[in-house]
Structures are given as structure tokens and as C-alpha cells.
T-cell receptor, first 118, second 114 residues
Framework: GAVVSQHPSWVICKSGTSVKIECRSLDFQATTMFWYRQFPKQSLMLMATSNEGSKATYEQGVEKDKFLINHASLTLSTLTVTSAHPEDSSFYIC??????????????FGQGTRLTVV | AQSVAQPEDQVNVAEGNPLTVKCTYSVSGNPYLFWYVQYPNRGLQFLLKYITGDNLVKGSYGFEAEFNKSQTSFHLKKPSALVSDSALYFCAVVPRAAGNKLTFGGGTRVLVKP
């Protein structure tokens, strides 16, 4: 099946610095990718929809200036957490759909990035 | 707005016994329904999906799920659980016209004891 690769798997950064997380579709093209956030023992919450060649669409309550999304190509979307603070510590997961757009379409997920802000 | 409910935070089952993880949904129209499994500090792995057709869907690792439109449920089942099935399970729904935004249930932790 299709593969979505996320990098890094984990990162520790100092408060006030910025962190970039990459999400790549390895063997298919994705005009749209999705970024989720997951707190411990909780479900995935959609943060934003990343659109190749245009601005991302953010969910209500997600700070656009805090979580910068760039979808530079059909295989790469990046999430940059700017001026990170301890409350931004979380597990971030990206996903992309692959398939024929009908019954054979399926969402594939990256392995996730554990961000710890100290 | 669509929603997904997984009423049980945790399910405990002995190895070899049947496993059921419940899921109900609320969405207009005919949605696509999915089950995913997550192991610690990992992304989600696809188990199975219902798009159309037979209400009983068979997926990976011996799992299956039954779509019940009248009860708006999509419960996940496995006839004989393994210790390695211990993980976090998510039910998800996407309305067919929603641009592929998945809405997840709260997740159910499954613990299979030897």
C-alpha cells in the first residue's frame, strides 16, 4: 500500500524556538494532506488541511500563526510550530488519501512526531 | 456536524475470547466508515473500511466489522483475541462530500490478557 513518511519521529526543543515537521507521500501524489494533534490517551483532533499550491485551511481554534503549514509539492507538506511552548507538547500526525477517489480510496498516516517543549 | 462515539474507554478480554469494540456514528447521508489501530508512539494503521455493499466487512489481522444502518453502528470484532491485539483502536467516519476530513471517535484501549 501507499506510504506516508513523517520526520522526525521525536523532537525535544527549548521554549521559544521553532520546530519543523515534514510529511511525505512516498509513492503517490497528494494534493491534500491533513495534520492532526493527539494528546495523551485522547483521540486525534484535526488541526488543518494542507493544500498543494494554496493556503492551508485551519480548523476552528487553531492558531494559523502558531502552526505554519506549507504544502510545497505534491509529495511534501510541512508543519512548523513557531515559538513553541510547553503546552504545544503533543503527538502530531499527518495523513493523506491515496486511491481512485472512490471505493479504493484510503487514508494513510505517518508514524507521528512526538514534540516535547522544555 | 458529524460525530463518532466509542462508548468504552477500555475493553479487557482474555486471550482466545471474542473481542468487540463498539462504535456508533452520526452523520447525514451515507458515510464511509473506518477502523484504525494505533500502537504506542506510532501512527495509525488501517484495519478495515465500509464503503458500500455487504454489511459485514473483513479486514486485516482477522478483524471484521458489521455496518448496521438502522442502529448507525459499526462495531469491530475479532473471534479470538491475541495478546498482540492490545492497542488503541479508533473508529472514524467521513461523509462522502466532506473533502475527506476524517472524524475520529475517542478511541478504545484494548487489553488482551494471557
Amino acid at each position: 500500500g501507499a506510504v506516508v513518511s513523517q520526520h522526525p519521529s521525536w523532537v525535544i526543543c527549548k521554549s521559544g524556538t521553532s520546530v519543523k515537521i515534514e510529511c511525505r507521500s512516498l509513492d503517490f501524489q497528494a494534493t491534500t494532506m491533513f495534520w492532526y494533534r493527539q494528546f495523551p490517551k485522547q483521540s486525534l483532533m484535526l488541526m488543518a488541511t494542507s493544500n498543494e499550491g494554496s493556503k492551508a485551511t485551519y480548523e476552528q481554534g487553531v492558531e494559523k500563526d502558531k502552526f505554519l503549514i506549507n504544502h510545497a509539492s505534491l509529495t511534501l507538506s510541512t508543519l512548523t510550530v513557531t515559538s513553541a511552548h510547553p503546552e504545544d507538547s503533543s503527538f502530531y500526525i499527518c495523513s493523506a488519501w491515496a486511491g481512485d477517489g472512490r471505493e479504493n480510496t484510503e487514508a494513510f498516516f505517518g508514524q507521528g512526531t512526538r514534540l516535547t517543549v522544555v | 456536524a458529524q460525530s463518532v462515539a466509542q462508548p468504552e474507554d477500555q475493553v479487557n478480554v482474555a486471550e482466545g475470547n471474542p473481542l468487540t469494540v463498539k462504535c456508533t456514528y452520526s452523520v447525514s447521508g451515507n458515510p464511509y466508515l473506518f477502523w484504525y489501530v494505533q500502537y504506542p508512539n506510532r501512527g495509525l494503521q488501517f484495519l478495515l473500511k465500509y464503503i458500500t455493499g455487504d454489511n459485514l466487512v473483513k479486514g486485516s489481522y482477522g478483524f471484521e466489522a458489521e455496518f448496521n444502518k438502522s442502529q448507525t453502528s459499526f462495531h469491530l470484532k475479532k473471534p479470538s483475541a491475541l495478546v498482540s491485539d492490545s492497542a488503541l483502536y479508533f473508529c472514524a467516519v467521513v461523509p462522502r462530500a466532506a473533502g475527506n476530513k476524517l472524524t475520529f471517535g475517542g478511541g478504545t484501549r484494548v487489553l488482551v490478557k494471557p
